[in-house]
């Protein structure tokens, strides 16, 4: 693959990152600092999942100029913070790495074109796009280990341009997946499965319903971070891999203690 067509993927990653941080950590009344080349969502409602804390960015060396001021505004509110860090950026990785922080994971960025993509066959799957959004976090929560409540802190109560899929098994909702536009790209969040409900592709099904509307509203790729459990799915439904994104994390002496090492995307 060539390598400009690996940066576009990655950039496109990162602008689909960008705008759903941005919308969740607005939502959740935390703090987005935005410079040239850099971005960074501080959420102090979830000063415990560097996750929710995260900062993404497209020139280096703004990042480098930027990272004391950054770091400063997340340890006014005590947060644990995450770079996300493309693979091939070693000298971010160093410069991180000397200032404090640590690798916590490696997902991988991926991404399909969506022209063309087909109609789904959704079966007898009792699903809706207009889900409520608690319900979402619930099931997030409980795939993910996370203590109930812990998403709808990291999200806030209504993120700006998401559109939250349900599917449920008799009345009951067992699986979700949400999407976020951003500049002709339909970035995949929130992928969850209620753990009595796996290996019947519910997640699955709702994500291929959700890539058919974005192509209808005019999207032309979709991109997503994956867990190693998760890169065979999303491979199934389309999606390549270009890469590795490191999670470098920082977090507070006071907070050594409450690591977790959930989901993330």
């Known amino acids: 693959m060539a390598t400009a067509d690996r940066q576009r993927w990655l950039d496109l990653n990162r602008r689909g990152m960008e705008a759903a941080?941005?919308?969740?950590?607005?939502?959740?009344?935390?703090?987005?600092?935005?410079?040239?080349?850099?971005?960074?969502?501080?959420?102090?409602?979830?000063?415990?999942?560097?996750?929710?804390?995260?900062?993404?960015?497209?020139?280096?060396?703004?990042?480098?100029?930027?990272?004391?001021?950054?770091?400063?505004?997340?340890?006014?509110?005590?947060?644990?913070?995450?770079?996300?860090?493309?693979?091939?950026?070693?000298?971010?990785?160093?410069?991180?790495?000397?200032?404090g922080h640590r690798l916590d994971g490696e997902p991988r960025a991926m991404g399909m074109r969506l022209d063309g993509f087909a109609e789904p066959e959704l079966g007898g799957i009792d699903w809706t796009d207009e889900g409520a959004f608690e319900t979402a976090c619930s099931l997030n929560d409980g795939a993910y280990g996370y203590a109930p409540g812990t998403w709808r802190r990291g999200t806030g109560r209504d993120p700006q341009g998401l559109i939250t899929y349900i599917a449920r098994i008799d009345g009951e909702p067992a699986a979700t997946v949400a999407a976020h536009d951003a500049g002709g790209d339909c970035a995949i969040w929130n992928v969850a499965t209620a753990p009595a409900a796996r290996g019947r592709g519910l997640s699955t099904a709702l994500m291929r319903r959700a890539l058919a509307d974005a192509a209808r509203r005019g999207c032309e790729t979709s991109t997503l971070q994956a867990t190693k459990l998760g890169r065979p799915v999303y491979e199934r439904v389309g999606y390549e891999d270009f890469g590795a994104l490191q999670m470098w994390e920082f977090r507070p002496a006071e907070l050594a203690g409450d690591a977790h090492p959930g989901p993330a995307a």
Do not use: Q
């Open 21 to 99: 941080f941005g919308s969740f950590v607005r939502s959740a009344g935390g703090e987005a600092i935005e410079v040239e080349g850099v971005f960074a969502g501080v959420n102090p409602a979830i000063p415990e999942r560097s996750v929710f804390n995260s900062v993404v960015y497209s020139d280096p060396e703004a990042l480098a100029a930027e990272r004391e001021r950054i770091a400063a505004a997340f340890a006014e509110h005590g947060c644990a913070w995450t770079v996300w860090v493309p693979a091939g950026d070693t000298g971010t990785a160093r410069m991180l790495e000397g200032a």
